[in-house]
């Protein structure tokens, strides 16, 4: 049986060092928000003499998986069966989310079902320009924000965290009055793990209007990855795509060729489909990309991400355990605080 060791209380719990090891150099599938395997209140499941492991979260009566196993290639079925036993043993069954089409197969020989979910999009920064007809309006809105005395600069975490506290309070309260941070598939700042992320900021007179947290990409597209926002409600339009263009300019410097933007569900749901995958599951998510705006804002996430015409649109998939159900994608949700 495998072991388990959990980073709940965001300490730096014994095996987090090591994972965050296991998915540098096991992330071949080229899982561009690897990164949120190290988000505090994850549990990580691997074998005795292993390096490799398994990222989840127990919920409910599921074991919700992040991604697929961060492991040796000879070693993942193995690993992937020792989690399944692990799961029986608990009486829980596994859905896994955010599964690369590289991660499929092992899933598949395991007997699980796997459908498309959405997709994640990245911007290959040697080709990116803001040139032409196509960005006047973004163009615009950026130079709209600047000529309103915004300063934008790299930062230290640490120097902005009790202010970014306070911005993240404000900008929550707007979602309503009992919605809650999502998590779990949502990017972070803070942690043990802070310093291997970049963050920028923006400030007028000094006070934080707005900042973006970046994370590192691994694997085949590495670069960083556009991870989590926030801008004050009173801080005006184009604050964000200000941010992001200034740490765009300062990753071309560095030679920097991918920017992700991350994972929004629900869209692009034309990657070619799995052998025993679900035609009423895949209608379904279809159906919330239609009417879903209520359960996740994918539209207006898609948005944004499409203002910045993605060179690279990379199909993201749910491995259901036993077949394709809602209550599996239910606590998924779950498992990121958004029911």
Same mark, same amino acid.
């Given at each position: 049986?495998?072991?388990?060791?959990?980073?709940?209380?965001?300490?730096?719990?014994?095996?987090?060092?090591?994972?965050?090891?296991?998915?540098? /150099?096991?992330?071949?599938?080229?899982?561009?928000?690897?990164?949120?395997?190290? !988000?505090?209140?994850?549990?990580?499941? @691997?074998?005795?003499?292993?390096?490799?492991?398994?990222? %989840?979260? =127990?919920?409910? @009566?599921?074991?919700?998986? *992040?991604?697929?196993?961060?492991?040796?290639?000879?070693?993942?079925?193995?690993? +992937?069966?020792? $989690?399944?036993?692990?799961?029986?043993?608990?009486?829980?069954?596994?859905?896994?989310?955010?599964?690369?089409?590289?991660?499929?197969?092992?899933?598949?020989?395991?007997?699980?079902?796997?459908?498309?979910?959405?997709?994640?999009?990245?911007?290959?920064?040697?080709? $990116?320009?803001?040139?032409?007809?196509?960005?006047?309006?973004?163009?615009?809105?950026?130079?709209?924000?600047?000529?309103?005395?915004?300063?934008?600069?790299?930062? @230290?975490?640490?120097?902005?965290?009790?202010?970014?506290? /306070?911005?993240?309070?404000?900008?929550?309260?707007?979602?309503?009055?009992?919605?809650?941070?999502?998590?779990?598939?949502?990017?972070?700042?803070?942690?043990? %793990?802070?310093? +291997?992320?970049?963050?920028?900021?923006?400030? /007028?007179?000094?006070?934080?209007?707005?900042?973006?947290?970046?994370?590192?990409?691994?694997?085949?597209?590495?670069?960083?990855?556009?991870?989590?926002?926030?801008?004050?409600?009173?801080?005006? =339009?184009?604050?964000?795509?200000?941010? !992001?263009?200034?740490?765009?300019?300062?990753?071309?410097?560095?030679?920097?060729? #991918?920017?992700?933007?991350?994972?929004? =569900?629900?869209?692009?749901?034309?990657?070619?489909?799995?052998?025993? %995958?679900? /035609?009423? *599951?895949?209608?379904?998510?279809?159906?919330? #990309?239609?009417?879903?705006?209520?359960?996740?804002?994918? @539209?207006?996430? +898609?948005?944004?991400?499409?203002?910045?015409?993605?060179?690279?649109?990379?199909?993201?998939? +749910?491995?259901?355990?036993?077949?394709?159900?809602?209550?599996?994608?239910?606590?998924?949700?779950?498992?990121?605080?958004?029911?």
């Amino acid at each position: 049986m495998g072991t388990v060791t959990t980073d709940a209380h965001g300490g730096r719990a014994a095996g987090t060092d090591a994972a965050v090891a296991a998915v540098q /150099r096991y992330c071949d599938s080229g899982n561009p928000s690897a990164f949120l395997a190290f !988000n505090r209140g994850n549990s990580y499941f @691997r074998l005795p003499g292993d390096d490799g492991l398994i990222v %989840h979260r =127990p919920v409910g @009566r599921y074991l919700v998986q *992040f991604g697929g196993p961060f492991a040796a290639a000879g070693t993942r079925d193995r690993l +992937l069966a020792a $989690f399944v036993d692990f799961a029986a043993a608990q009486d829980r069954e596994i859905v896994a989310v955010q599964v690369q089409a590289a991660d499929a197969a092992v899933f598949l020989d395991a007997g699980f079902v796997v459908n498309q979910m959405g997709a994640s999009y990245a911007v290959d920064l040697d080709t $990116f320009t803001l040139a032409g007809t196509r960005f006047m309006q973004l163009r615009n809105k950026i130079s709209r924000a600047l000529r309103s005395g915004l300063h934008i600069a790299e930062a @230290r975490y640490d120097d902005w965290r009790e202010a970014i506290a /306070r911005l993240d309070a404000a900008w929550l309260r707007t979602k309503g009055e009992d919605v809650r941070a999502l998590e779990f598939l949502v990017g972070e700042t803070g942690g043990p %793990h802070q310093e +291997l992320r970049r963050l920028f900021v923006a400030t /007028r007179e000094g006070r934080l209007v707005g900042y973006i947290s970046y994370s590192p990409v691994y694997g085949p597209q590495a670069g960083w990855m556009h991870d989590l926002s926030r801008r004050r409600p009173d801080s005006g =339009p184009g604050v964000m795509e200000a941010v !992001n263009k200034a740490a765009i300019e300062v990753f071309r410097t560095e030679g920097v060729r #991918w920017l992700h933007f991350g994972f929004t =569900p629900f869209t692009s749901l034309d990657a070619p489909a799995f052998p025993g %995958h679900s /035609r009423a *599951f895949h209608w379904f998510v279809h159906h919330l #990309w239609e009417h879903g705006e209520a359960v996740y804002p994918a @539209r207006t996430q +898609l948005a944004y991400k499409e203002k910045w015409a993605p060179t690279l649109v990379l199909p993201e998939y +749910l491995a259901f355990q036993h077949r394709a159900s809602l209550p599996a994608l239910v606590h998924v949700f779950r498992a990121c605080n958004a029911v």
